[in-house]
């Protein structure tokens, strides 16, 4: 996987503009503003690319650092030349950081590529301080992308960070780490979303308990939005 963003970096950005019909672009502008940073954050990007997201950080928030991480180099000169300031190689599951380094974690199409999401999860955990925000996107397991994907490694739903919340779902031997639950938002595939199923799924937890039981493979979901604050 790292040699391939390596030969893709150079036209990283206009791959996902032309992917995406332009739409990347309101995407990370609504994620941005969707965030609740608190004045001048200290924010670590997984993931990163070239730097999108550091670099809505820095004209927004004066004095705020954000650090930009990504498993390909190639990808983060790109940032660096853009204006990224603080920019690392890294792996999600390790990564060169104190403890409590972090207001927020953004992990956005991370986790489904890790090799181990507990470890993961323990190390996001380990990075943010207490209150501090982790954001986590990831395909929904009955989207295509889930499993077209040949370097996606786990398919999840929207149960499935349920074992790091109070009660660790009654799986408490899994972890010892502790997230709370703010939200879980929802993105059905668009027919479904114009017929009214996401606002349902979305706006009453035993009908979304309902769906993932009984109608997912119907009424298929798309991409899954997580908030969770860091209990310590």
């Known amino acids: ?7 893709v970096a150079p036209r990283y950005d206009f791959i996902t503009r032309t992917f995406s019909y332009g739409m990347d672009k309101h995407w990370k502008r609504a994620g941005f503003a969707r965030a609740g940073l608190p004045q001048r954050p200290v924010v670590l990007d997984l993931a990163a690319g070239t730097g999108d997201f550091s670099l809505m950080v820095k004209a927004q928030y004066p004095g705020s650092r954000a650090v930009a991480v990504d498993i390909t180099e190639r990808m983060l000169q790109f940032a660096r030349e853009r204006g990224v300031s603080y920019a690392v190689c890294g792996d999600a599951g390790l990564l060169p950081f104190a403890d409590n380094s972090f207001d927020q974690l953004r992990a956005i199409h991370v986790i489904e590529h890790v090799s181990d999401v507990i470890r993961s999860m323990e190390e996001f955990h380990r990075l943010v301080r207490s209150g501090g925000r982790v954001r986590i996107e990831t395909p929904h397991y009955t989207d295509f992308s889930s499993f077209c994907d040949p370097t996606h490694r786990w398919h999840l739903n929207s149960y499935s960070f349920r ?8 799986f ?6 502790r997230f709370r639950e703010i939200s879980i938002r929802v993105k059905l595939l668009a027919l479904w979303r114009w017929l009214g199923f996401e606002f349902l799924v979305n706006r009453f937890p035993r009908y ?21 604050e860091v209990i310590k």
Not at 163 to 170: E, L, N, P, T, V
Not at 172 to 177: E, W
């Open 1 to 7: 996987m790292r040699a391939m963003f390596s030969t």
């Open 163 to 170: 074992y790091f919340g109070q009660d660790h779902a009654g």
């Open 172 to 177: 408490g031997y899994y972890t010892d780490r």
């Open 208 to 228: 979304r308990r309902f769906w993932e039981h009984y109608l997912c493979f119907i009424v298929r979901g798309k991409v899954m939005e997580f908030e969770f």
